[in-house]
């Protein structure tokens, strides 16, 4: 609980992480760059040495099951694993992957469980990408009568991943998707600054929007399929559940990896 967390602990925490090297100010608007660079010197305190914390890298124990029990109206599962880092060129296809997968209003989750079965309003997937590491995950809330359908459903369509891949109409609206994203990300003036400075932050290229763009629309189909095999493999994926009651939900404490799953599998 955050509650519990001593004082001393969390002002140690602040002193060791938010030094000179470990920020990076970024701007943009209407500004005067020769005025931002005065004020950066004057407030933030310059690097030192010995001021880097080293990142210790993510630990990955392979797929895990957990459920917490909780008066809810709805059961909220989610599945997931491991992903790829922010600098990975490869996160394009990811988007691309996901898009197709369940990650818009015309992906195959969203078709398959809200508007065809009308199983759940909220289903889909997403994607994270951190400087040392990522994941993907997959969410589903629904009535505990839908829950081993719409398990069984998702399962369905990660092995039609595998086994089909995807379309040429589902690539080129996954990928209009995506570029559209990007755009409408793009149009203010605070996701402009906030771009420059995750670029800085994760020390990754900082691509113009043509360049961002043109990446997408090289995606192939061929990398998404190697994408879908490596990283939504169903036997790779952890689960994780919160209900009233684990009843029928698709995971269970030692019931070993492909029970635990068996609506995914």
């Given amino acids: 609980m955050i509650s519990s967390i001593p004082v001393p602990d969390i002002d140690a925490y602040h002193r060791q992480r938010y030094t000179g090297a470990n920020i990076v100010v970024a701007a943009a608007g209407n500004l005067e760059h020769d005025r931002i660079v005065e004020l950066s010197k004057r407030h933030v305190e310059p690097a030192s040495a010995g001021d880097e914390t080293a990142l210790e890298p993510p630990r990955i124990d392979g797929s895990q099951v957990a459920f917490q029990q909780k008066d809810t109206e709805q059961f909220h599962i989610c599945f997931g694993g491991a992903g790829i880092e922010r600098g990975d060129e490869r996160r394009y296809g990811l988007g691309v992957l996901d898009a197709v997968f369940g990650g818009s209003s015309s992906s195959r989750l969203f078709r398959e469980v809200r508007e065809k079965r009308g199983l759940a309003y909220a289903v889909g997937s997403y994607t994270q990408q951190y400087v040392d590491g990522g994941l993907i995950g997959i969410y589903v809330g629904t009535r505990e009568d839908n829950v081993q359908e719409a398990c069984e459903i998702i399962g369905r369509e990660l092995g039609s991943l595998h086994s089909s891949g995807i379309t040429d109409e589902e690539l080129a609206r996954a990928k209009e998707h995506v570029k559209g994203r990007m755009v409408l990300s793009a149009e203010s003036t ?41 990283f939504y493999a169903p036997d790779s994926l ?28």
């Fill in 190 to 230: 605070a996701a402009r600054m906030a771009r420059i400075g995750k670029a800085l932050l994760f020390d990754t290229p900082l691509l113009t929007l043509d360049e961002m763009l043109a990446r997408v629309d090289a995606v192939t189909q061929d990398e998404v399929a190697e994408l879908a095999r490596e």
């Fill in 238 to 265: 952890s689960a994780a559940a919160i209900a009233p009651e684990r009843g029928s939900l698709p995971v269970g404490a030692g019931a070993g990896q492909r029970s635990a799953r068996r609506g995914l599998v």
